[in-house]
């Protein structure tokens, strides 16, 4: 995340040029003019409080960065931060829960922005075992136990093909939230598997596809997986924010198959 210290303009200008948006088109699109945008950008002119929400709800900027611009303009946090064990988030996380396990017998995790898992869904426990204990220690991290060569990495038959999948969107994360965390995380796990020479070579990249599959070897078979990310529609709360669901389902009809034999169905 960038320092409040840096002059509001400063920062608001990087937020527009990620997001690859003219001065013009985002004027445009909060209604106010070129003009004034620019003046606001370049520190001529100090935005109101009500102003620097509405820039950044025209761009689309995460909760935690719309806190660190409106410290920069001078004005107080507008959005809580409370740790997702507070009481207050009990019902919150409850009723993600009651989401995870209703996907069953397809496998659900919650997630953080750090990629820790939240809650995992039971049908999510047959496609970890033999993984290393270490790796299984809480706060789990999701990617590193995905790609780490003792985590699920040996046994994802697709290896190349799904770890540039999940390096793609850990790229496109760090460079929407500048979150030094998620770029340490990057550089991490860039490094797992560099060198390997998996089953997907020899499978091609597998253009037919909608989606990047997850192809992993389970005690039931390979099982061919799609999956899905679910956020909050309107979150007003920092940590609920950041939490995504990702919800396996098969890709196919043998997939389907084996996954209801995985549960025991």
């Known amino acids: 995340m960038i320092q409040p210290q840096t002059p509001f303009g400063s920062l608001f200008r990087s937020w527009r040029e990620q997001r690859r948006i003219s001065q013009l088109a985002l004027a445009a699109e909060a209604e106010i003019s070129q003009k004034h945008l620019s003046f606001i950008e370049s520190g001529r002119s100090v935005p109101s409080r009500d102003m620097v929400l509405r820039l ?3 761009l689309d900027i995460p909760l935690r960065e719309r806190n660190t611009l409106l410290l920069a303009a001078g004005y107080a946090p507008f959005y809580p931060e409370r740790s997702l064990d507070d009481p207050s988030l009990e019902s919150a996380l409850r009723t993600i829960e009651t989401i995870l396990e209703a996907s069953a017998p397809n496998p659900a995790l919650a997630i953080d922005r ?6 995992g869904s039971s049908a999510l426990n047959p496609l970890i075992v033999g ?8 706060p789990v991290n999701v990617m590193r136990l995905s790609l780490h ?3 699920l990495a040996s046994r994802i038959i697709n290896l190349r093909e799904w770890r540039r999948h999940l390096l793609h969107r850990l790229e496109r994360q760090f460079r929407l939230s500048c979150d030094p965390e998620i770029g340490r995380l990057l550089d991490e796990v860039s490094l797992y598997q560099r060198d390997s020479d998996d ?7 597998g253009g037919n596809e909608i989606a990047v599959p997850l192809r992993l070897r389970t005690q039931a078979g390979v099982i061919s997986f799609i999956s899905t990310v ?14 995504s669901i990702e919800t396996f389902y098969p890709a196919d009809d043998v997939s389907a198959g084996l996954l209801m034999k995985l549960s025991g169905n």
């Open 230 to 243: 679910t956020v909050f529609g309107t979150p007003a709360e920092i940590s609920l924010s950041e939490v």
């Open 131 to 138: 993984a290393d204990p270490d790796l299984l220690k809480p």
């Open 199 to 205: 089953a997907d070579r020899r499978l091609g990249g």
């Open 149 to 151: 060569p003792r985590g």
């Open 56 to 58: 950044c709800e025209n």
């Open 114 to 119: 750090h990629w820790n898992m939240v809650i």
